[in-house]
């Protein structure tokens, strides 16, 4: 299984009196995507399954990339993403879907960044993403610590095409 783990884009801060959840992406956060969408577009990646944190700008972030990666319908949320899961949740979502040859998870920091850390068998914290960050983690067998290679972890900048760096 190839798993993608893509934090959302840039969103709004909190205002007074709002909550998180309702946080949405910015127009900057949605060309950034935009940006990410396109060089998931050039690399051919497809994904299978695609699962966002039902957090507003996660969802956000999922519903602009989906066509990109050939997914159809609508995007599926699951707590396992939200911002505070612990890692080793997620391990039950990705075990659920492991018929699938290529996963897509949208979420937040700190949970990809630790997930990703749990799946290479790194420690807590050793791995971040930045906003509109992209990691790829191939996985043999069944989802647990230590189960996954990472193959890459990309920043929204490198993703640019050079003409728009």
Same mark, same amino acid.
């Given at each position: ?30 060309? %950034?995507?935009?940006?990410?969408? +396109?060089?998931?577009?050039? +690399?051919? @990646?497809?994904?299978? =399954?695609?699962? +966002? ?5 996660? @969802?956000?972030?999922?519903? *602009? ?30 075990? +659920?879907?492991?018929? =699938? =040859? ?16 749990? *799946? ?9 993403? /930045? /906003? ?27 993703? *640019?095409?050079? %003409?728009?760096?």
């Amino acid at each position: 299984m190839k798993v993608l783990l893509l934090r959302h884009g840039i969103a709004e801060d909190i205002g007074p009196g709002g909550r998180d959840a309702d946080r949405a992406l910015t127009p900057a956060g949605v060309e %950034q995507l935009r940006s990410v969408a +396109a060089a998931l577009v050039d +690399a051919e @990646v497809r994904c299978d =399954a695609l699962r +966002a944190s039902p957090l507003r700008r996660a @969802v956000e972030t999922a519903r *602009l990339v989906a066509p990109a990666v050939g997914h159809r319908g609508e995007v599926e949320t699951c707590d396992e993403l939200i911002p505070d899961a612990p890692p080793e949740e997620t391990l039950a979502l990705l075990a +659920a879907l492991r018929r =699938a =040859a290529v996963v897509m998870l949208v979420g937040h920091e700190p949970h990809l960044g630790n997930l990703a850390a749990l *799946l290479v068998g790194a420690r807590p914290g050793a791995v971040h993403f /930045k /906003k509109a960050g992209l990691a790829r983690i191939d996985i043999e067998g069944r989802p647990g610590a230590g189960s996954g290679e990472l193959r890459w972890l990309l920043t929204p900048t490198w993703m *640019l095409r050079p %003409q728009d760096r």
